[in-house]
């Protein structure tokens, strides 16, 4: 996909970062990604975001409410998931910083 | 959040994304996306993933599934799954892509 939106570049970032951390155990299952190797990708490419022990908290508190099939394997859909209820509370600080920076010019 | 990683960076265009399209219907409530924006964000932000109709049609039907509520709005965690709905597709595809890709060097 050469030339892609904006918004595909990003799916796309999001879904080879799954490949990255993902793992097959056997051939015939899909990839997933082990609970050590998804906290590692949360300390490596989510540093920023997760900075105060308040958002690691909740991210594992995600990782163990998340883990549907507790087969202690994340599957792409359940990645998906966590990284959205990672992003949520982000978007709502985003706004409010973008809104009070609006009010202050 | 100047300097930081790449799914950072992908996770706030898709949040940003999310409030491009999105409006608030009162000031108590929080933004959501009205099902005729969503398509229009489909179709201008997603045009090269959602090329066939086989996906586009895909995307109708998480639209419909997805609206949880039944307000005819779509919240940020409705929009997250139903973006992720479209990506698990297109992860298997671009895998297999790139799989065949491997093979053939």
Redesign the interface.
């Known amino acids: 996909?050469a030339?892609?939106?904006?918004?595909?570049?990003?799916?796309?970032?999001?879904?080879?970062?799954?490949?990255k951390y993902s793992s097959r155990c056997c051939c015939r299952k899909p990839?997933r990604i082990s609970k050590k190797d998804f906290r590692k990708m949360l300390s490596?490419?989510?540093?920023?975001?997760l900075t105060d022990t308040g958002n690691r908290r909740a991210a594992d508190k995600l990782i163990c409410d998340l883990d549907e099939n507790k087969d202690g394997r994340i599957s792409?859909?359940e990645y998906?998931?966590l990284?959205?209820g990672?992003?949520?509370p982000?978007?709502h600080i985003?706004?409010q910083q973008e809104q009070s920076v609006k009010h202050t010019k």
């Open positions: 996909m030339d892609c939106t904006e918004l595909e570049w990003a799916i796309q970032v999001l879904v080879n970062n799954f490949d990839r490596c490419e989510l540093n920023h975001m792409f859909e998906w998931t990284i959205g990672i992003a949520s982000i978007a985003i706004r």
